[in-house]
C-alpha cells in the first residue's frame, strides 16, 4: 500500500565508491555538482566527528512516529546510512541513544533524520555518524504510516535507496548513484588543486591576480 510499505533496495553503489568518496571533503563533492545539491543548513552533525559515506536506506516517515525507522534498522547492511525523511518537525524526536546503539552494533554506517533527536549529549560524545535538524526531549510514537526504501526529498534533494551519501562536518551530501563516478573524479581534481593552493598559501606564494582581474572585467571602481 502507497504510504505504509517496506521496500527492497534494487541497486546499491558498489562499495569500492564507499571507500573512494571517504577521502574526500563533502564541500569539494559539492563544488563540483555546482553547489545546487544540500541537506541544507538544517541537517547538522549530532556526533563528535569523522567522514560518514555510504548507500542510503531510505524512510518516509509521519512527523514524530519511528516504527518505519526501526524496521529500515532491522534491514539495512552492514555500511549503510538510514535517511529518514520525517518532514522536519522538531516535535518528536525520532531517534536517541538506543537506536543508535542498535545501529552501531549492527555495523550501520549513520543515521539521517530530517527531524529531530533526543539523548543529544550522548550521541555528541560519540563517533557514530548521526545528523539531524534538532533536539527535543519529546520521544517518538510507533503507529506509522511510513515507507522504507523509497526515494524521498530533504530541503529540494532528492535521494533514491542506493544512492551514495556523505556527511562531515560541513554537511549532508547524497551522490546520485548514476552519477558516482564522474562526480568522484571531478572532485578528486577539485581536492587535489586545493591542497595545491594551501601548500602555496602556507609558503607565500599564492597567486592573488585573479581578484583585481576578476573586480576589473565586472566593472567595479577601486579607488586607493
Not at 9 to 18: C, G, N, S, Y
Not at 19 to 35: C, F, H, I, Q, T
Not at 97 to 107: I, T
Request: proline share 6%.
Amino acid at each position: 500500500m502507497i504510504g505504509f510499505r517496506v521496500l527492497p533496495v534494487r541497486r546499491r553503489v558498489d562499495a569500492q565508491w564507499i571507500e573512494k568518496y571517504r577521502g574526500l571533503p563533502v564541500a569539494n563533492v559539492s563544488d563540483v555538482m555546482s553547489r545546487m545539491t544540500a541537506g541544507g543548513p538544517s541537517l547538522q552533525p549530532m556526533y563528535s566527528g569523522g567522514r560518514m559515506v555510504g548507500p542510503a536506506v531510505t524512510v518516509r516517515t509521519r512527523p514524530g512516529d519511528n516504527l518505519m525507522v526501526h524496521k529500515a534498522l532491522d534491514l539495512a547492511e552492514p555500511g549503510d546510512v538510514v535517511v529518514v525523511d520525517a518532514g522536519g518537525d522538531l516535535t518528536n524526536a525520532i531517534i536517541g541513544e538506543l537506536m543508535v546503539a542498535h545501529a552501531a552494533q549492527r555495523g550501520l554506517g549513520g543515521i539521517v533524520i530530517y527531524g529531530a533527536i533526543r539523548d543529544s549529549e550522548e550521541l555528541g560524545e560519540g563517533k557514530f555518524p548521526v545528523f539531524a535538524s534538532g533536539v527535543t526531549h519529546r520521544g517518538p510514537y510507533k503507529d506509522g504510516p511510513g515507507e522504507v526504501n523509497v526515494p524521498i526529498a530533504i530541503e529540494g534533494m532528492v535521494i533514491e535507496p542506493g544512492d551514495l551519501v556523505c556527511g562531515d562536518a560541513d554537511g549532508f551530501l547524497a551522490v546520485p548513484f548514476e552519477h558516482v563516478a564522474e562526480i568522484h573524479a571531478a572532485a578528486s581534481k577539485k581536492h587535489e588543486a586545493e591542497t595545491r593552493q594551501m601548500e602555496n598559501i602556507k609558503a607565500g606564494r599564492n597567486d592573488r591576480a585573479w581578484v583585481d582581474a576578476t573586480l576589473q572585467k565586472l566593472g567595479c571602481t577601486v579607488e586607493l
